[in-house]
């Protein structure tokens, strides 16, 4: 077995600051399938979750060359934030560039009209509302209670898998998401919000 292999994470990072780069091969081989897994399944094509898996890896080796990992929390939550920051900025960009040109007669026929003009527009505004509102209830949470949130419902994760993921019992994730609940309505309250927390 390689000596990598039986290192933990920590020291994996450590040995890569130190210029070993086979210790970086054992931190990628650890965490690519989940970190991939997660962005092709929220953007939903295979190329672009490859573009995007490879611009979180050179974000995440630029961060820990920088020292802006610290050893406070598991290096893969750490990584999954980093990946899904990656994707925040990518759907924020494309937002910003997307243009929509006229047909040269400047007249919409029925198929077009269609796609420009999305039925469901009102409803998708009203659940990008409801995810910042929860976004900024979660980020107000303390620290592990809002880690077990982000894994249940942005990651979709199993209170099992949580569990073995934070290195705790699958009744203590439950009773992190309990409280984490708690907190959220007492939030909501305070700030008006109208959101279901179930």
């Known amino acids: ?90 759907f924020r960009e494309q937002k910003k560039s997307f243009v929509v040109d006229a047909p040269n007669d400047n007249e919409l026929n029925g198929s077009l009209e269609e796609e420009l003009f999305d039925v469901n527009r009102e409803t998708e505004l009203a659940n990008e509302q409801t995810l910042k509102q929860l976004v900024m209830l979660m980020n107000a949470l303390p620290p592990l209670q809002r880690e077990v949130v982000y894994m249940r419902y942005f990651q979709d994760m199993s209170f099992k898998d949580i569990a073995e993921e934070v290195g705790c019992s699958v009744n203590t994730s439950l009773g992190r998401m309990h409280y984490a609940l708690i907190n959220m309505r007492k939030l909501s309250r305070r700030y008006n919000l109208n959101l279901c927390l179930e």
């Open 1 to 90: 077995m390689s000596i990598y292999k039986s290192m933990t994470d920590q020291e994996l990072v450590q040995a890569y600051l130190g210029g070993n780069n086979r210790a970086f091969d054992e931190i990628l081989a650890r965490n690519q399938d989940n970190i991939f897994g997660y962005i092709l399944k929220v953007v939903k094509d295979e190329e672009l979750a490859n573009e995007l898996f490879q611009e979180a890896f050179l974000k995440i080796i630029s961060k820990l060359q920088n020292h802006q990992y610290t050893e406070t929390g598991k290096l893969q939550w750490w990584m999954f934030r980093v990946a899904h920051n990656v994707v925040v900025d990518y």
